[in-house]
């Protein structure tokens, strides 16, 4: 089955720099690999998803990037702010299947 | 637009206690329903899918009569933990998916203690 790798497991920036998360898919039929932010007591809430016949995908600060041939993709966040601070999950499915989640990125936005 | 809203937030009760827990997708039509269980600081893990009409899959290791899915219309599935013990307490989230191919969204968890 698919198995879903993200690094770093913990993020710290100072307010304004920009972030990067990285995941890698081990099932190269996976085609949808979706970005859920994730506060506390809350639950996750789909920022950003990008398909498999897409490269990169852009929705204002975030940005999710995709290589089909080395299986990863990456999450960047511009310009932090402290309310981006949360915790971010990768995960990979082929569309029809349940999601197979990272272990999460706690992301720290120091002001 | 898609909401998942599942209630309740918060439950505390005795060992041996059912509770339930509701799910409901609010302004769109799901054919698929996800329950997932979330250990502090750790990732989600998928306990079961539930197709409308239909019976739920179970991911190996959950117990299907300790953990009762019902999903009896396009817009409601529930999930009943029979007889909860403490080791039940936990961090319970449904998902919901309109069709294959469309993401999935999520509720806002239920935070389940069982004393």
């Known amino acids: 089955g698919e198995n879903v790798e993200q690094h770093p497991s913990t993020l710290s920036v100072q307010e304004g720099d920009s972030a990067v998360i990285k995941c890698t898919y081990s099932d190269s039929a996976s085609n949808y690999f979706p970005w859920y932010k994730q506060e506390l007591g809350k639950g996750p809430q789909l920022i950003i998803d990008i398909r498999s016949n897409v490269g990169e995908k852009k929705d204002q600060r975030i940005a999710v990037t995709l290589n089909k041939t080395a299986k990863h993709f990456s999450l960047h966040i511009t310009e932090t702010q402290p309310e981006d601070s949360a915790v971010y999950f990768c995960?990979?499915?082929?569309?029809?299947?349940?999601?197979?989640f990272g272990k999460g990125t706690r992301l720290s936005v120091i002001a | 637009g898609a909401v998942v809203s599942q209630h309740p937030s918060r439950v505390i009760c005795k060992s041996g206690t059912s509770v339930k827990i509701e799910c409901r997708s609010l302004d769109f039509q799901a054919t698929t329903m996800f329950w997932y269980r979330q250990f502090p600081k750790q990732s989600l893990m998928l306990m079961a899918t539930s197709n409308e009409g239909s019976k739920a899959t179970y991911e190996q290791g959950v117990e299907k009569d300790k953990f009762l899915i019902n999903h009896a219309s396009l817009t409601l599935s529930t999930l009943t933990v029979t007889s909860a013990h403490p080791e039940d307490s936990s961090f319970y989230i449904c998902s919901a998916r309109e069709s294959s191919y469309q993401p999935q969204h999520f509720g806002d968890g239920t935070r389940l203690s069982i004393l």
């Open positions: 995960a990979a499915s082929q569309g029809n299947t349940p999601l197979v």
